[in-house]
């Protein structure tokens, strides 16, 4: 059974940063495409970032490029979302997803 459990959520400040963490279980990580994905409150799921299964080709939606990085560690079947200069419009639940599988999510507020 594929699990992707998301973690690192919290209340930040504009401007901080946080690292969200995605522990994967069920399925050959290392093989496989991942990618982050988000939901405002109130609106649709949004991509965010993609990483390929050796970790060297990654994407970004325009709205987070420069500000997050995603990153994988293959040995720990982990994959990570490092965010910089966070605003308030990146309020949202965060999923790490494989194909059309999600997580449970993890939230991110961020409000002064």
């Known amino acids: 059974e594929v699990q992707l459990v998301e973690s690192g959520g919290q209340l930040v400040q504009p401007g901080g940063s946080l690292r969200l963490s995605c522990a994967a279980s069920g399925f050959d990580f290392s093989s496989s495409v991942m990618d982050w994905v988000r939901q405002a409150p109130g609106k649709g799921l949004e991509w965010v970032s993609r990483i390929n299964s050796g970790g060297d080709i990654v994407s970004y939606a325009d709205s987070v490029k420069g500000r997050f990085t995603i990153s994988r560690d293959n040995a720990k079947n982990t994959l990570y979302l490092d965010m910089i200069s966070l605003k308030p419009e990146d309020t949202g639940v965060y999923y790490c997803?494989?194909?059309?599988?999600r997580g449970q999510g993890t939230q991110v507020t961020v409000s002064s």
């Open positions: 997803a494989r194909r059309t599988i």
